[in-house]
């Protein structure tokens, strides 16, 4: 579309004035790569203070190690149930921008606060809190006053994230054919990042922190959240905005209270006499008008107009009642979150599989053979072949795969988001065989070579190399595809929402594979038998939790497939309007693909 001279976005996108937005001024890459140094340098803060919070609150608080991971637990529980507020924020009242900028400043304030309470209080004497030297006993206000610092981090964090990958998807306009291929690339993008963050803060933060360097650490997290907020505010004059569409929850209320009270009334046939806005009206809410779909055909009755409807409702809709008389969008943008939530809940038992990275699987390496020379190499140090396997197949997905697979289907777009996602399910599924196998390997010369050895064996660590590159690769499928699918599937009024469920299947996943271990070893725990994850893994079965977790994730595979065969993808109108013909200018905004 273009308009003195200038050529405007075409998904209703505006500048920070609220006037269209001129697509050579605003957006873009321009804007999309300050945005993806913003995220790398925002986790790379994040995870300076989250990877070794376990090793501060013991080694410097003095905390035992049950009630250090418990709290680091519910530290990161807060994190997620946090995500949910920024994104219903986000959604309702403030607009992607305002809530990064809040909660990116809320977060460098609490990494501030952070820092002087370990600099100035918590780290005495000088030089404790290293692995010899533990730190003296402190005041009621100091710990007060430290976990005040780290759940304002939690809270900065949490509200930014589900917001920032959403916000730099508005950069790209999706009905534009050079941007729609864009906006896809960036999900991919972002997602690499975050891992190349989290890489600078496992090992290099991680390293001096566990030399009890821990102010210096955090200092350093602290410049990166800074540096992070500043990069986001000069891009301000170049980003592209969609306003926030009002409290979601009044909405989904609304559906289900007019549905009920017309439960009796008669669904008549077409949709057509289903109640809906003028299309002006509709987009001078800038939202795109949902399709009718069928389904949960219930809610339906939310939109059929009974004589009292037609009675009460004027030309302008001012005398609409909206707990008795709803909107076809607003019926469908319901009937859109019930239609995700069987394919979310299906990532859960995935985020468990990749949960073990950082628990399991850390322990595993640790008994295995980790002195290569006079180098010690860290179990946990092994989660960077992870991230080398998230940069290695974004790429070899984004410049071979994809193009491949393109060419094949004779469609633009390769595969689909479900379908990438089942890939990445795959994947998992040979990643905990592979991590099986290693354990089968590993306790059989454990047991041949040094039967009385507690968590030692001579098979080298490096076997489980390919294990974290499974993970990886499953990761750059299931995560990425994730981010897409649930931002491009949820209605206009919810895109944040659609991020911050990728952040709740992390969370439940860590909480799945605490209930999963806790239910195994009462099991499996029986008089002489020590159960399959004892203190000392030589005495256990490992390898059967592992073997446990790839059945499990078979089954969620096949769930997960019967789930995707029954999605049916969102349907929005064309913002154009109709045209001369008299069109009603009806479209799929995504195609209805087969898994």
Known sequence: MEMNGEEYTLDGAVDRHGRPAIRAR????????????????????FFGVGVNLVLFLTRVLGQDNAAAANNVSKWLGTVYV????????????????????????????????????????????????????????????HIIFFYFAVYLVALGNGGYQPNIATFGADQFDEEHPKEGHSKVAFFSYFYLALNLGSLFSNTVLGYFEDQGMWALGFWASTASAFLALVLFLIGTPRYR????????????????????????????????????????????????KILHTDGFRFLDKAAIMTPKDHAAHDTKSSGRNPWRLCTVTQVEEVKCILRLLPIWLCTILYSVVFTQMASL????????????????????????????????????????????????????????????????????????VSAGLVEVWRLQDARKDCPNCVNASPLSIFWQIPQYML????????????????????????????????????????????????????????????????????????????????????????????????????????????????????TEATAEHSV
């Open 361 to 432: 699987f850390v322990e595993q390496g640790a008994a295995m053979k980790t002195r290569i020379s006079n180098f010690d190499i860290p179990a946990a140090g092994m989660s960077s072949f992870d991230i080398l396997s998230v940069a290695t197949f974004i790429f070899l997905y984004r410049f071979a795969l994809d193009p491949i697979v393109a060419k094949i289907k004779s469609e633009p777009k390769g595969l689909t988001e479900l379908q990438r996602m089942g890939i990445g399910l795959v994947i998992a599924i040979l990643a905990m």
């Open 26 to 45: 605003t957006g873009t890459w321009v804007s999309g790569i300050l945005l993806l140094v913003n995220q790398g340098l925002a986790t790379l803060a």
């Open 241 to 288: 905005h969609f306003g926030p569409k009002g409290n979601p929850l009044s909405r989904f209320c609304q559906v289900l209270v007019a549905a009920t009270r017309k439960w009796k009334a008669k669904r008549p046939q077409g949709e057509e006499n289903l109640f809906e806005v003028e299309k002006s009206e509709s987009a001078m809410n800038g939202d795109r």
């Open 471 to 586: 993970i990886g690769a499953s990761e750059v499928f299931m995560y990425v595809g994730q981010l897409e699918f649930f931002n491009g599937q949820a209605p206009d009024g919810l895109k944040s929402f659609g991020s911050a469920l990728c952040m709740t299947s992390i969370s439940l996943g860590n909480y799945v594979s605490d209930l999963l271990v806790t239910i195994v070893m009462k099991v499996s725990t029986k008089g002489d038998l020590p159960g399959w994850i004892p203190g000392n893994l030589n005495n256990g079965h490992l390898d059967r939790f592992f073997f446990m977790l790839a059945a499990l994730s078979l089954v969620d595979l096949v769930i997960y497939i019967i789930c995707a065969k029954w999605y049916k993808y969102i349907k929005f109108e064309e913002r154009n309007g109709a045209d001369d013909n008299g069109d009603d200018g009806q």
């Open 82 to 141: 946090f995500s949910l507020l920024g994104a219903f924020l986000s959604d309702s009242y403030w607009g992607r921008y305002k809530t990064c900028a809040i909660f990116q400043a809320v977060f460098v304030v609490g990494l501030v606060l952070l820092s002087i309470s370990s600099s100035v209080f918590l780290l005495k004497p000088s030089g404790c809190g290293d692995e010899q030297t533990p730190c003296g006993s402190h005041s009621t206000f």
